[in-house]
């Protein structure tokens, strides 16, 4: 995991102080790179029966449909409120910067499906455990979750019990 580790950047004090953001960029950015972080995360999850990828926006989205064309099933988004034209279920959380909520189209999952959600970064893990709520609450199962990086000392992990969490990169 230390070519992954490289090409992921710390920029101190962004959005706001205190917070050590950990950008991506330069890991999306090289084709190398970028396909050893997406098979890495499905990885754990191959073999098994898959119906859907679920992802965060936004960051969710690039590494959530990569994730979904290698296993070859569908993407669904998760979005910030007032995005997704039809009929959405929402659910509120809180960052570790600020609050927040996702939304999901009512129709996008439903009983039957098993998926896989994925995003790039799990800090506090409020915005997976939303995320969570939102799946389930549509009757779909939660296969697990994967993450490029985890912030070890946030304890996002603990948020997600009973679900399976798979990370690559830990600070
Ligand atoms: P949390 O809900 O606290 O687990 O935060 C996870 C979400 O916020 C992910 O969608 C991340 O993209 C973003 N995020 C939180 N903390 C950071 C950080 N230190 N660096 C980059 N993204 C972050």
């Known amino acids: 995991m230390e070519r992954l580790a490289a090409k992921i950047r710390n920029i101190p004090d962004f959005p706001k102080p205190g917070i050590q953001f950990k950008d ?12 050893l ?6 990885c754990p999850f191959l073999g098994e029966r898959l119906t859907a990828v679920v992802g965060m926006e936004a960051r ?15 993407f669904v988004p998760l979005r910030k409120p007032g995005k997704l ?3 959405v ?6 960052l570790e910067y600020g609050s927040a909520a996702l939304e999901v189209h009512v129709d996008a999952l439903g009983p039957g499906d098993r998926v896989l959600l994925i995003d790039d970064l799990i800090a ?11 799946i389930e609450g549509l009757g779909a199962e939660l296969a ?3 993450f490029v990086v985890e912030i070890d000392e946030l304890q ?9 969490v798979h990370t690559l990169v830990h600070y």
């Open 144 to 146: 697990g979750c994967a």
């Open 24 to 35: 991506i960029t330069p890991l999306v950015k090289d084709p190398a790179t970028l396909r």
């Open 85 to 87: 034209p039809y009929e």
């Open 89 to 94: 279920q929402a659910a509120r959380y809180d």
């Open 156 to 164: 996002g992990r603990a948020r997600l019990m009973p679900y399976r």
């Open 124 to 134: 506090t893990g409020g915005t997976a455990a939303a995320s969570c709520r939102l």
């Open 60 to 74: 969710g989205f690039i590494f959530g449909s990569l994730v979904a064309w290698e296993l070859g099933v569908g």
């Open 37 to 42: 972080c997406v098979h890495q995360l499905l």
